[in-house]
């Protein structure tokens, strides 16, 4: 289920101004909630708020855009590693993981947008 576009705008307010969000998506580590962010200019990870595992809090660590998002490993169930944290994600954000960094690092390998105008 994609995040919502009141949680995105959320997200979008704790990052520096000017960056343009490309995705975002829910992840898991140590029990706590996080949501990573993924902008033209960095990966940020954002500390979810106890009561609200989709609502963003603060800024919990920042990371270079050149950063790779995958491998997934699928033991026992999705999970990435991002600055040595293994984050967990659900099944329906995997393919979110491998297109950030299929434009990151193989932008030749996205398909072309179908409504570029829009």
């Not at 609200?52 to 809090?57: I, L, N, T």
């Not at 270079?64 to 600055?83: A, K």
Request: overall charge negative; some cysteine.
């Amino acid at each position: 289920m994609p995040v919502s576009a009141a949680i995105r705008e959320r997200c979008r307010a704790l990052l520096p101004p000017g960056e343009d969000l490309r995705y975002v998506f829910p992840a898991y580590a140590d029990g706590a909630g996080y949501l990573v962010v993924v902008t033209d200019r960095s990966i940020t990870v954002l500390a979810t708020k106890v009561f609200g595992r989709h609502e963003p809090a603060s800024v919990w660590a920042r990371h270079p855009r050149r950063t790779r998002l995958g491998p997934v490993d699928f033991s026992p169930g999705p999970v990435i590693e991002l600055g040595g944290v293994s984050f967990e994600v659900a099944d329906e954000y995997v393919a979110v993981v491998g297109a950030a960094d299929a434009e990151a690092f193989a932008p030749g390998d996205l398909p072309r947008d179908p409504l570029p105008d829009l």
